[in-house]
């Protein structure tokens, strides 16, 4: 297969890749996609995607199938994904996959249930679109990958035989139907932890404007109102379907939820690649020596047994069920976690805590969470679009119950201006800690694909009038920073704000355009 026709293949992916759904969604119209890949070899498939709707017969259904079941039950269609605990098919393996592993409950030091005698008064969550496809420039070298192998193996042995009649079968960018269901067990979830508010108040709801972060925040408003259609105590005035506040991602146009407004940054150095070269030197070479032993002639680089391993979660959230590939298999417990921590320090050093500019990046959103919990208006001269957020149309003050979806380089952006991370040292780029060692970060941890952040605000009996404050990364309670925290990672209110000054003073962004001056 030549590169001509890889090219044409993802172009042409959408009437072969229909056959494998099992159920019919109505098209969506794809005219307000905002993806962006440069290059004509890099061409993104204008492959529509779907936004799951239900007759109102079959919702009810749905409702019965999907909200009924206890959260130690996987949703119907999905064997190995859980509306309460996310996935957990082998989970030695599946929750080392950096940001490409299926959201998951993250283990928690500190109960993550809502403590006795407290009440939750407001809730945010900030979530990952769902699995998806590879990118185009991805899912081009992986088929390129596959291609080299068939050319060039001359003997396969027996673990590695089912590649000879492997075909290439990934598309393009958007979401794949385990993805899109993702979000609707999300949208159940939400609603289930945070009914008591969720029984009489509907969502505000935002999403940075490419396609699959868009269909993400749809979908998750379908699971939230599937769940309170299920609801016999809720019977407030619905206000489904729940229209998103939609934020363009273009350049020079401002975003909090995927900022493109630092030039500085956007065009600095790849810190991450350059963290995550240095590692690939340590962890690579055994896994290459034996991986080409077993595909006598492929001469596999350190790139491509990465991107060996990458197919392995790709292949697995292109199943509905979430079966996982059998490329998973060729990598070992102790490999899939250096796979993990290369992921890991990509992120970290790419886009949060290790990039001098990565948390600048996230610091309007956390002023524009400052403005929510305190119910005050938004102070920020940085990514905020002061036109939506001046307007109460466009950004309220006033709701209880806020949701936003974006990406995950953006979000490890906004953990950074948040300084929930505070307490990981700088990770080694030579010898691999896990999660716990490094301050419970890793990219499985805070990004997989439909990650998502909780900010609650509740009042307790025990703590005066003023109202606490708590985060969650992905159901892992994390210890406030620097606000005086209790035993259980709150903070109050004021000390929060208070210690959130790297946001409120600007986060640097002025270096965003010392280099133009």
């Known amino acids: 297969m030549g590169l001509t026709d890889i090219k044409d293949w993802i172009a042409s992916f959408t009437s072969r890749r229909k056959q494998q759904f099992d159920y019919s969604a109505l098209a969506e119209d794809a005219g307000q996609d905002e993806t962006r890949i440069g290059g004509a070899a890099a061409r993104r498939a204008d492959r529509p995607k779907s936004v799951i709707r239900l007759t109102a017969v079959a919702l009810l259904l749905a409702v019965v199938g999907t909200v009924a079941v206890n959260y130690t039950r996987p949703s119907k269609a999905h064997s190995c994904d859980y509306i309460g605990a996310g996935f957990q098919c082998e989970t030695a393996i599946s929750h080392s996959w950096g940001q490409y592993a299926p959201f998951y409950s993250v283990p928690s030091d500190i109960p993550s249930d809502t403590p006795k005698g407290c009440e939750v008064t407001f809730a945010q969550i900030l979530s990952r679109h769902g699995a998806r496809d590879p990118t185009a420039g991805k899912s081009l070298a992986y088929a390129r990958l596959i291609s080299h192998i068939h050319a060039n193996v001359t003997q396969y ?85 729940y ?66 391993m990458d197919i392995c979660p790709f292949e697995t959230v292109a199943r509905v069920d979430g079966r996982l590939s059998p490329f998973c298999r060729l990598f070992s417990e102790d490999e899939w976690h250096g796979f993990d921590y290369y992921q890991t320090l990509g992120k970290w050093y790419g886009y949060g805590n290790g990039s001098p500019l990565g948390p600048t990046q996230g610091v309007g959103f956390v002023n524009e969470l400052i403005a929510r919990l305190t119910g005050k208006s938004v102070t920020d001269t940085t990514s905020t679009n002061s036109t939506l957020d001046e307007s109460r149309q466009s950004f309220p003050l006033d709701s209880v119950l806020y949701a936003d979806f974006s990406h995950d380089n953006d979000m490890s952006g906004v953990f950074g201006a948040l300084g929930l991370y505070n307490a990981t040292q700088p990770l080694s780029n030579t010898t691999k800690a896990s999660p716990r060692d490094s301050g419970g970060y890793a990219a499985s941890w805070a990004v997989p694909f439909a990650a998502r952040m909780y900010v609650e605000k509740m009042q307790c009996r025990d703590a005066g009038e003023e109202e606490l404050v708590r985060v969650l990364m992905n159901d892992r309670v994390v210890p406030l920073q620097n606000c005086g925290a209790d035993s259980l990672g709150r903070c109050a209110l004021g000390k929060f704000v208070e210690s959130l000054s790297f946001a409120r003073g600007g986060g640097h962004w002025d270096l965003c355009y010392a280099a133009d001056e």
């Open 157 to 241: 042995s027996e673990e590695y035989d089912f590649i000879r009649e492997y075909k290439y079968a990934l598309g393009a960018d958007q979401l794949t139907v385990f993805g899109e269901q993702q979000l609707v067990n999300s949208g159940v979830k939400f609603y289930k932890r945070y009914q008591k508010l969720a029984r009489w108040v509907s969502p505000f709801v935002r999403s940075a404007g490419q396609k699959r972060v868009v269909d993400s925040a749809l979908n998750w408003t379908q699971g939230f109102h599937q769940a309170r259609l299920a609801d016999r105590k809720a019977d407030f005035p619905d206000a489904y379907p």
């Open 243 to 308: 229209q998103p506040i939609i934020l363009p991602e273009e350049e020079g146009f401002n975003n909090t939820l995927s900022p493109r407004t630092c030039p500085a940054f956007r065009k600095g150095p790849d810190t991450g690649g350059a963290a995550q070269a240095i590692w690939v030197n340590t962890f690579v070479p055994p896994i290459a020596e034996r991986v080409n032993r077993n595909l006598v002639g492929a001469n596999l680089s350190y790139s491509d047994v990465i991107h060996l």
